[in-house]
């Protein structure tokens, strides 16, 4: 039989393990500023489009917000260890942004950009995006935000253009802001948990 | 009666464990993440992950990343199978005692 010790020390063993691989896997990655931010840069460009009346108010706001996106996240990503969540997300959103960023201007640039056919992509889009990453991260809230999205690109081809504005300006403020608030909360909240040591 | 395991020594020493077991859980990491994670000097540090990379358990890789020296550890396939036997070994040396 084991003497007592021993088998607490074993123990020991078992739980910095069980701890450690945690530690490991907890997502230090905080991505909810990056949802305030794109549903900011969304706001910007609507209301520079509608009443700036320009042409540039999409391309300019969405390039800005990509290349701020791009230096803030390296600059938090430093000294943080890669991971596969981390690259599957970070596939996932670059993904569909160079997706909608070059039908849009494509759309544009052929005269065919229409309010109903772009809410419609955009709402599928990131409704696709929700959904793909609430599923990898099993987080229930972001699933909603899919379903937002994808009800208001849906609305989009049989609502008028009023209707269809309002219905995504509530959807950007639900499924960007305030659920990029509720992100950030809980990053701090996971933050707050503390580090265990060796 | 069945030969009960022997525990390989050199994921034995604490620290190494943890090392190990915090590199299970991601891709790559940097010295001072460990470090930060571990709570441990740098030179106890190195020391520790200098055994690991001896035994093959982790691979390292040195690069510069804005002129600044980055050193990444990553998880070697021995170094997975070796964590996995030990565990392994260390629940059937506990047996029963497991959750008590």
């Known amino acids: 039989m084991m003497a007592n010790a021993e088998e607490l020390e074993l123990k020991d063993r078992l739980n910095l393990i069980e701890n450690m691989i945690a530690e490991g896997r907890r997502t230090t990655e905080s991505w909810g500023w990056t949802f305030v931010l794109w549903g900011l840069a969304y706001y910007v460009a609507i209301a520079w489009g509608t009443f700036g009346h320009s042409n540039l108010a999409w391309p300019v706001t969405m390039i800005a917000t990509g290349v701020l996106t791009g230096i803030l996240s390296s600059r938090s990503a430093r000294h943080r260890p890669e991971t596969t969540i981390g690259r599957a997300m970070l596939a996932i959103w670059l993904g569909m942004g160079i997706s909608i960023f070059a039908l849009m201007l494509s759309l544009g640039a052929s005269g065919r950009l229409d309010v109903h056919v772009s809410a419609a992509i955009v709402g599928a889009m990131l409704g696709t995006a929700n959904c793909t990453s609430s ?6 809230m972001q699933f909603a935000c899919a379903v937002v999205w994808w009800a208001a690109g849906i609305a989009a081809c049989f609502t008028s253009d009023n209707v269809t504005a309002v219905l995504f300006l509530a959807a950007i403020f639900f499924c960007q802001i305030v659920f990029g608030i509720y992100g950030m909360i809980c990053e701090s909240r996971k933050r707050s948990q503390g580090v265990s040591h060796a | 009666m069945p030969e009960l395991p022997e525990l390989n020594p050199v994921i034995h020493g604490k620290l190494r464990l943890a090392l190990l077991s915090l590199l299970s859980g991601v891709e790559e990491a940097e010295f001072t993440w460990l470090r930060a994670k571990t709570g441990s000097t740098d030179g106890n540090l190195g020391a520790q992950l200098a055994k690991l990379e001896e035994a093959g358990y982790v691979a390292v890789e040195k690069q510069f990343v804005q002129r600044k020296p980055q050193t990444l550890y990553r998880m070697t396939e021995a170094g997975r199978g070796a964590l996995t036997e ?11 005692a497991i959750g008590s």
């Open chain 2, 86 to 96: 030990y565990v392994q070994a260390l629940k059937q040396l506990l047996g029963g």
């Open chain 1, 135 to 140: 599923i990898i991260l099993k987080w229930k």
